[in-house]
């Protein structure tokens, strides 16, 4: 009985038809590329894609290359064409075209930047400098209301408790490296990349009109400074425990704990705010970290802190000579050996300042209505075969289970590009200023678009990428899955490619998106976005067993010689890889059964493969790649996917449907046994 109330708790999957099953032909996979020299038992990642690899060698000009950059490029080939075609109508002053063709113009001009060098950021590092004992406090106020956020960071976002109101939030500053062990651990490829981070201070600072003497000495504060601060600093690990960096504190609290800073005065000279009554704190012993040093700093240090702070976030937007610095320690951290030209990096600011402007444009021009309408129904068929897996889970209590199906079922889907665009009325770019001013004042004007949230309920409209990325997420806090347009090509989507590599492409897309709100960071928010422990003591005991299971598989994985991927780290994208496999795969075999096609069992084929072969290859086929070993390392110890070797062949070895299509067996290296697996969801 209790089964079928659950049963009654989704609605019936939608059958999807993109076409006929007879007489298909592959049309994202291509199967010249798999290599039969490599056994699929052995490295099922390699045999799909080492054709792929060798057509696609990595140029000087990046780290990694795979099939997301297949089709960012393709996305940034049709943004050069409309922003270039923005300039060549002679817009309005005050227009969108306007303002983003001049933009792209003052980013592209190498000449007038090299021919003012530093001088824009010049009154500034002044003003920095300038600074009395007395004048600390305001310069720190200063410092985070226009430039960065030295010792912590502060500002409003959803309430993790009550998704549909904003909250105060402080954490910890942001490292100049990024991850904590670049700064602690001593072997040798963490000494090489702190050695570059220190000749990048000090030639950045030769840059912008600093002594050598005087280069030296902020090299050697900053690095004091920044060590201390990665001391207290969370794990990768530890960064994945969304309860415990839920930590609301009245601001008398907040005044006690770290009385380094006037709250009232920074509010309200940062945010233009009055002073929260409660302010949530992401990680308590880094705050306070930044808090004693605050205090037990040296002005002078201070200073040289807040110098570099300014001069790496300037960096990119000034003279040759910056851009070339920062990319010499890019080639350490990535292997990367050639920067990207002009015209990229051009693109790719004028897209940050204003995404979605140019957004509008690509979606009227590269995304027909039709392939919405096909995703809208895709997704709904996914959905209803996640609520069949969560109906059938060995492992989940009825009343967990329940819980499950009302958040599956308050999913809400954004596809292809907001329904609201954003208005740029009010940004002002003027091409009489310098590439820097402007992208200063686009900065602020995003910043003061964050603060004017603040005491004003949730816009749920927003989207936090544009239009024409090329990617996909899943946001707890509105408990919603968005796929921009940018994805929504071959070989992850294409109307005129079977059913099964669609399913094996866009479909495990969707699935792994939707998993994340199950994963072991989505599990901890409701059907509402909320905070809340919707799950049985029990239920989350076989949860954690089950996923220490996943954690140990990849941990196992040497990615290079002495090194292991962080399985832990990784944890939630494998779970959602996983999931995304098993669900999509139900998605399609229910897909067919509707047309009468045993998918599974079946005579039918596409080129001379099963339907589940050309659904697993094009899974393998979506994660082809080549990376650089430096970038390997580097995508260890920051990134929060697993390599994509590892997200096919590792994940694979957990379904057994796959072992069936490709007739994998006890001895094939990437076999496991059934009492072996992990199966969450």
């Known amino acids: 009985?209790?089964?079928?109330?659950?049963?009654?708790?989704?609605?019936?999957?939608?059958?999807?038809?993109?076409?006929?099953?007879?007489?298909?032909?592959?049309?994202?996979?291509?199967?010249?590329?798999?290599?039969?020299?490599?056994?699929?038992?052995?490295?099922?990642?390699?045999?799909?894609?080492?054709?792929?690899?060798?057509?696609?060698?990595?140029?000087?000009?990046?780290?990694?290359?795979?099939?997301?950059?297949?089709?960012?490029?393709?996305?940034?080939?049709?943004?050069?064409?409309?922003?270039?075609?923005?300039?060549?109508?002679?817009?309005?002053?005050?227009?969108?075209?306007?303002?983003?063709?001049?933009?792209?113009?003052?980013?592209?001009?190498?000449?007038?930047?090299?021919?003012?060098?530093?001088?824009?950021?010049?009154?500034?590092?002044?003003?920095?400098?300038?600074?009395?004992?007395?004048?600390?406090?305001?310069?720190?106020?200063?410092?985070?209301?226009?430039?960065?956020?030295?010792?912590?960071?502060?500002?409003?976002?959803?309430?993790?408790?009550?998704?549909?109101?904003y909250a105060m939030y402080i954490s910890g500053a942001r490292l100049g490296m990024g991850d904590r062990d670049y700064y602690l651990s001593e072997d040798a490829e963490n000494l090489k990349i702190r050695k570059a981070y220190e000749k990048l201070i000090e030639t950045q600072m030769r840059n912008a009109g600093y002594s050598a003497r005087d280069a030296k000495r902020i090299v050697k504060n900053v690095m004091k400074i920044e060590k201390s601060i990665a001391e207290e600093t969370w794990t990768r690990e530890q960064s994945r425990n969304i309860p415990a960096m839920y930590n609301p504190r009245t601001i008398e609290q907040i005044k006690e704990l770290y009385p380094a800073v006037d709250w009232d005065r920074y509010f309200i000279e940062t945010m233009g705010i009055n002073t929260p009554e409660q302010v949530i704190v992401t990680q308590l012993n880094t705050v306070q970290r930044g808090n004693d040093l605050i205090t037990s700093l040296t002005d002078r240090e201070i200073k040289d802190y807040y110098l570099w702070k300014y001069v790496s976030q300037a960096a990119s937007k000034l003279s040759d000579n910056f851009t070339d610095a920062a990319f010499e320690f890019n080639k350490v951290v990535s292997g990367v050996q050639e920067q990207r030209p002009r015209w990229k990096r051009a693109l790719s600011a004028t897209e940050g300042a204003m995404g979605e402007a140019i957004g509008q444009l690509y979606v009227e021009k590269y995304f027909p209505e039709s392939s919405k309408e096909y995703m809208l129904d895709l997704v709904e068929n996914l959905r209803g075969a996640l609520g069949k897996h969560l109906i059938n889970l060995p492992w989940m209590s009825t009343d967990t289970k329940m819980q499950a199906l009302k958040k599956l079922n308050a999913f809400t889907v954004k596809i292809g590009y907001p329904d609201k665009w954003l208005d740029y009325t009010t940004l002002e770019i003027d091409p009489s200023k310098s590439y820097y001013e402007n992208r200063h004042t686009v900065e602020q004007w995003h910043q003061a678009r964050e603060y004017a949230k603040w005491g004003k309920p949730v816009d749920k409209t927003e989207w936090g990428m544009t239009p024409q990325t090329v990617n996909a997420y899943y946001n707890p806090m509105a408990n919603e899955i968005v796929f921009p347009a940018g994805i929504l090509q071959a070989p992850f989507f294409d109307p005129e490619a079977s059913d099964a590599e669609n399913y094996g492409g866009i479909g495990v897309v969707i699935g792994h998106e939707m998993t994340h709100g199950f994963d072991d960071q989505g599990r901890n928010f409701d059907a509402s976005g909320n905070l809340a422990d919707w799950w049985t003591p029990a239920d989350a005991e076989a949860f954690e067993a089950l996923t220490n299971g996943?954690?140990?598989?990849?941990?196992?994985?040497?990615?290079?010689?002495?090194?292991?991927?962080?399985?832990?780290?990784?944890?939630?994208?494998?779970?959602?890889?996983?999931?995304?496999?098993?669900?999509?795969?139900?998605?399609?075999?229910?897909?067919?059964?509707?047309?009468?096609?045993?998918?599974?069992?079946?005579?039918?084929?596409?080129?001379?493969?099963?339907?589940?072969?050309?659904?697993?290859?094009?899974?393998?086929?979506?994660?082809?790649a080549n990376t650089r070993p430096e970038e390997k390392r580097n995508r260890t110890m920051s990134d929060v996917h697993s390599l994509p070797e590892n997200r096919v062949n590792v994940t694979l070895r957990n379904i057994t449907p796959f072992f069936k299509a490709f007739g994998i067996t006890p001895g094939d290296a990437l076999y496991l046994a059934p009492e072996e697996q992990v199966v969450i969801w």
Do not use: C
């Not at 089964?3 to 994202?28: C, P, R």
């Open 1 to 165: 009985m209790k089964t079928n109330k659950i049963a009654l708790a989704i609605a019936v999957a939608a059958g999807i038809s993109f076409n006929a099953m007879a007489e298909e032909h592959l049309k994202s996979l291509n199967a010249d590329y798999i290599d039969n020299s490599i056994p699929l038992g052995t490295d099922f990642y390699r045999h799909v894609n080492r054709g792929w690899q060798g057509a696609h060698p990595l140029t000087a000009e990046y780290s990694r290359y795979g099939q997301f950059n297949v089709l960012s490029d393709e996305s940034e080939r049709r943004v050069k064409e409309i922003v270039t075609n923005l300039a060549a109508t002679n817009p309005e002053p005050g227009t969108v075209a306007y303002k983003v063709a001049n933009l792209y113009s003052l980013a592209m001009d190498s000449v007038r930047r090299n021919t003012e060098g530093a001088a824009p950021i010049k009154a500034d590092l002044k003003k920095i400098e300038d600074a009395r004992h007395e004048d600390m406090p305001g310069l720190l106020m200063w410092m985070h209301a226009k430039v960065g956020n030295p010792f912590f960071a502060a500002g409003p976002m959803e309430d993790m408790a009550n998704s549909n109101e």
């Open 550 to 624: 996943l954690v140990n598989q990849f941990n196992a994985v040497e990615v290079l010689p002495g090194l292991n991927a962080n399985g832990q780290y990784t944890l939630g994208e494998n779970i959602a890889d996983q999931g995304g496999l098993r669900i999509s795969r139900t998605a399609f075999l229910d897909s067919q059964a509707k047309k009468g096609i045993d998918a599974e069992n079946g005579d039918e084929k596409i080129d001379g493969f099963t339907p589940m072969q050309v659904f697993y290859m094009n899974y393998a086929n979506i994660w082809a």
